[in-house]
């Protein structure tokens, strides 16, 4: 299987989840997925752009999807559920013929063809599929029992995502489950991690955050798997945080999906970017016998 | 012919969007038209002693009516032509409401627009004559479709006026949802108690013949003469020699089948006696589990069964009735809430529905009576009733209101504080609906005397933490996210169409709503009837009710069923299609096209082969008419001749406006 595919890494994976992008290019490429990166791609607005204009925030996504369609890519793919929610919105929006000529206007462009936008994880699951991943897994991830985390945005809102059950998704688990891996039923598996708020309100991160380690350590888990740039950090970056704020002692490794699935296909610790997490993975990738 | 013409203002709702006196003048105008005027309600007293003045006056042949819906008084009008001394078929009306004033604001057009439809009605019926009707026996006896308690009750009224009863039901026992329930709201008195003894009176009545596991494959004839197929599914129980010893249920080795009045709450044996008040109180094989039927080893329960009634090759058996009017009374069936992923979907065993605790909580249930969680058997001290599981949601397509869930929550969390009395018992509502005899004061006894925390608002998830699950929800009342842990959740599931009832509803010809819900005639003033004639309704089949809703409306359905029996012949309608024999050239296109096979071939003197029309039959829609080449076959009332009239009336060359 040999399939071109257009990639958008997002500002997060050139910066400060590096580990997620480059993970993410080293599973498809060994799942045989020709990952082509959208020539001259710009940022899609974030978290701040469609905050104070609609219009303004399309036009940042469409302008990324009209180059994608240019280069001769129908689908483009992002790992980050953030820039797939704003490509995704924009498309969604633009079917709108009132709002499609204000963004027409804003780029002087004639918007004529879009890229169609898929999350990595749905690509992962829907073009590969689960059994293509278990014939490339080489070190099986049992014993590494793992709640996998979608956040909040990965497949809502439905209508837009159109991608798995917004209440109860599935997908991660059943990529995860094929490389070997335990997955406990996660109850808070599409509860909001604190986003963005880390900045201005602390006290909010640390409390939902620290509710899903409370919950995912009251399982008895090894790891936490995530699809997230931001739940990642809040998870990872900000568990000391969470447990000065809530008197508690967690030591959860927060691992990209791709970063396990990487590993369990083989692939070394450091292509995958393990050495980046801040909770100290060692001793449960020890434990589950592929370091 | 002299037709009289009577333009109704029905009080504003035609005369404030249309110019009644300049219709009535217009109409002075139309051919054959001697005597127009406009009057304020055509259908009250003085409206049609008006119309009937007029007919002796002018000496009219026919009437025109330009008012509602001939749905709504077609057959008012009809009955005052008939006392002023002419055929109730020289009447036409133009509805001038529904078709004019309730659709356009534009006076003008709405004017021209009703003076259109009042010369098109005028035109047509210049080519009417009068039709009289035959008459046709009735069989006396009725079917009742579902044995819950609005079928219960309207079996039972008809077989105490002495009518017979066939009383088909789905499940191997009668009782239906009630049968199920612990106590009622808001007397909190025993279900079985009340129910029970209308079941055994059922099983004992001589008047009524109750099919159990049985379901009605076909129906045709019409009002007055039904014939009605029904499948006896096999139990592979000979139930004649049944004596529901109960013997077989203890012996049977598969203990794992479903066990369907349980809810499911604990399995049961493959075979037995659905509840012990089950009537009629026969065992029956659950196939989907029986190892005999499944694998071909075992039989343990015919070896032991004393009476020997036990038979593996039993076959379905079909067998065939005659009645004069139907009752459906199918009930409902429960929402499928596992669609809620954000309350589990199903995943978590402590969130039950509010049937699985009715289970749980009664004395025959499978826990005695006692309140254990499913997870671990424990007793739960902290219990959340979720409201609107399925109801009041749009985003699951169940816009509607399932009526009673505020009631059986309040009395479910009432009978939680009486199993235990050291437990806390909280309800998330949207609003409180109790809008029955004794029902608010019992919500608020609920609330006051029973400590019941009620909170207002809907749960957003339910998740699991540790042994407990934690209820997370929003307080709309105090604007607050509220957060609590239970041991067991409560879902108040709403109700759906009973499964299938659409396609019951196809058989009996009746309608049935986008929900599956049966409609009724008139919403208002034929609550049972249907718009099949002798074809009633009972119960939830029809919108989701309460008790003591359903029992009226089963002794509501009885009560038509009786009405309709208190003639000895009934009156066939006579707008059918009809032959003549004369253009007939035999081809029976007709006789291809009719829907209802009311077209039979026959033989003239001659030996040439005709087509002729079965009276009882012929429901009057008129597709044979356009069907045939020659125009033999007319449907009177409605002639190729009449329609051609009111398309020349409406494209008349010289009309100008």
Known sequence: MSQRIGYYPGCSGAGTSMEYDASTRAVCARLGLALQEVPDWSCCGSTPAHTVDHVLSAALSARNLELAAEAGLETVTTPCPSCLANLRVAGHKMEKEGFRNQVKALLETECASLATV???????????GPEAVKAKVVRPL???????????IMNRPPEVMQFDDPEHPMSMDTLLEACGAEVLPFPLKVECCGAAAGMPRKDIVTELSGRLLDVAAGMGVDAIVTACPLCQMNLDLRQGQVNSARGTSHAIPVFYFTQLMGLAMGLSSSEMGISKLAVDPKPCLEQAGVL | MRIGVFVCHCGSNIAATVDCPSVAQAAKL????VFASDTMYACSEPGQDAIIQAIKEHRLDGVVVASCSPRMHEPTFRRALERAGLNRYMLEMANIREHVSWIGKNKELNTVKATELVRIAAAKLRLNTPLYANQFDVTKRVLVIGGGVAGIQAALDCADAGIQVIMVERDTSIGGKM???????PTVDCSSCILGPKMVDVAQHPNITLYAASEVEEISGYVGNFDVKVRRRATYVNWDACTGCGLCMEKCPSKKSYDAFNEGVAPTAAIGISFPQAIPKKASINAEFCMKLQKGKCGVCAKICPTKCIDFEQQ???VSEKVGAIVAATGYDLFDWTVYNQYGGGRYPDVVTSLQYERMMNASGPTAGHIKRPSDGKEPKRVVFIQCVGSRDKAVDRPYCSGFCCMYTAKQAVLTKDHIPDSDSYVFYMDIRSPGKGYDEFTRRAQEQYGVQYVRGRVSMIYPKGDVLVVRGADTLAGTQVEVEADLVVLAVG????????HLAEKLRISYDHYGFFMEAHPKLKPVETNTAGVYLAGCCQGPKDIPTSVGQGSAAAAKVLTLFAKDKLESDPQISRVNQNRCVGCLKCTMTCPFGAVKDVKDRAGNTKAEVVETVCQGCGICTVTCPHGAIQLQH??????LAEVNALCQPEMEF
Request: a negative charge.
């Open chain 2, 30 to 33: 139309f051919p054959d038209v």
């Open chain 2, 179 to 185: 049968a199920k329930l612990d106590k009622t709201f």
């Open chain 2, 495 to 502: 109700i759906e169409s009973s499964k299938g009832a659409p």
């Open chain 1, 142 to 152: 049992s014993k590494l029992r793992v709640a996998c985390y979608y956040g909040c």
């Open chain 1, 118 to 128: 898929k999350s990595t994880l749905q690509v992962l699951l829907e073009d590969v």
């Open chain 2, 316 to 318: 379905d058996t079909i």
């Open chain 2, 638 to 643: 409605f002639t190729d001749n009449q329609i």
